[in-house]
């Protein structure tokens, strides 16, 4: 599989010894998460126990040359594929398609794509090898497992087939409330922030959010007697009407999800709040996902 240190025509050259052997490289393996396409073979490859990248997600907003980006701090793997002589190369829209929809098949969500050349700019000093911040056949993958969150970003060549990877790992979010402490919480505090999963730009809960559901069911069971607001929460990524929608729809779907797990729906209301109730610094990719969040309210 040819590298793709996806080359910007004439500003950027690509010398990659091991290409005339149209083998992989030594010590180059593919990542678990993907099979690589029919006909390629890994050109080069490098890992890190631990590095920051910069991921880039959404669309570009006006006035800016970059997109907004998640900081990823942990362990970094860059993995790039080249056709072998002789193989019809796909693509780069048909690469990208493919990741997208292998993606979706495996549970991830896509945080950003962007089919063509330099449809949008992004951070290239923290996202190293991938080119010149210019996109290419794009795509921004999230996978959550358990604790883990893998990101993957994704630059298909337009015309010859190469691509590459950089896929990045870290610790989930996690709710920072125990299960014991959620009713105290709620009676002592009047308050508990859940972080629920969602896909991206929707209202359908994640599996992995089961746990936390539950949890916050148990602490109504437990204090009977309140009734609660649900009140869903966003970042200010994106447009704040889409976003006032976006709460107001997560917000009934938490709250079904809570009747769904034995309680009464008149001890519930749901209410969307958009981005305009941050509790965190939405410059940051940890107070973005801070801001993420549905909130139980004692009414």
């Known amino acids: 599989m040819k590298k793709l240190l996806f080359c910007i025509a004439i500003l950027c050259v690509l010398t990659i010894p091991a290409a005339l052997a149209q083998e992989d490289l030594e010590g180059c393996k593919d990542h678990p998460l993907f099979t690589r396409f029919p006909g390629m073979y890994l050109a080069d490859c490098d890992k890190s126990q631990f590095d920051l990248r910069g991921f880039p997600v959404g669309q570009m907003k006006p006035g800016k040359e970059?997109?907004?980006?998640?900081?990823?701090?942990?362990?970094?793997?860059?993995?790039?594929?080249?056709?072998k002589e002789g193989?019809?190369?796909?693509?780069?829209?048909?690469?990208?398609?493919?990741?997208?929809?292998?993606?979706?098949?495996?549970?991830?969500?896509?945080?950003?794509?962007?089919?063509?050349?330099?449809?949008?700019?992004?951070?290239v000093e923290r996202m190293p090898r991938m080119g010149n911040g210019c996109t290419s056949y794009a795509l921004t993958m999230k996978f959550v497992k358990g604790t883990k969150e893998t990101w993957v970003f994704l630059q298909a060549s337009e015309r010859d087939g190469n691509y590459q990877l950089m896929l990045s790992e870290r610790e989930a979010m996690k709710q920072e409330v125990a299960v014991?402490?959620?009713?105290?919480?709620?009676?002592?505090?009047?308050?508990?922030?859940?972080?629920?999963?969602?896909?991206?730009?929707?209202?359908?809960?994640?599996?992995?959010?089961?746990?936390?559901?539950?949890?916050?069911?148990?602490?109504?069971?437990?204090?009977?007697?309140?009734?609660?607001?649900?009140?869903g929460h966003t970042d200010n990524v994106g447009a704040a009407d889409a976003n006032q929608k976006l709460s107001q729809d997560r917000a009934q779907?938490?709250?079904?999800?809570?009747?769904?797990?034995?309680?009464?729906?008149?001890?519930?209301?749901?209410?969307?709040?958009?981005?305009?109730?941050?509790?965190?610094?939405?410059?940051?990719?940890?107070?973005?996902?801070k801001n993420r969040r549905v909130e139980l309210v004692r009414k």
């Open 253 to 289: 779907a938490v709250m079904a999800a809570l009747a769904s797990r034995g309680i009464p729906a008149s001890r519930m209301t749901a209410k969307g709040y958009g981005q305009t109730v941050p509790i965190a610094d939405n410059r940051t990719e940890e107070g973005r996902a």
């Open 66 to 83: 970059t997109l907004a980006s998640v900081e990823v701090e942990g362990p970094v793997q860059f993995l790039g594929y080249q056709i």
């Open 87 to 123: 193989v019809t190369p796909p693509s780069g829209l048909q690469i990208m398609r493919n990741f997208e929809a292998a993606a979706k098949k495996a549970g991830g969500t896509i945080e950003g794509q962007w089919p063509g050349w330099c449809k949008a700019g992004y951070d």
């Open 180 to 231: 014991n402490e959620l009713a105290d919480k709620l009676t002592k505090d009047g308050f508990v922030s859940l972080y629920v999963n969602f896909d991206t730009g929707k209202a359908t809960i994640k599996p992995d959010s089961a746990k936390t559901l539950d949890d916050a069911a148990g602490a109504l069971k437990a204090a009977s007697s309140l009734k609660v607001e649900v009140g």
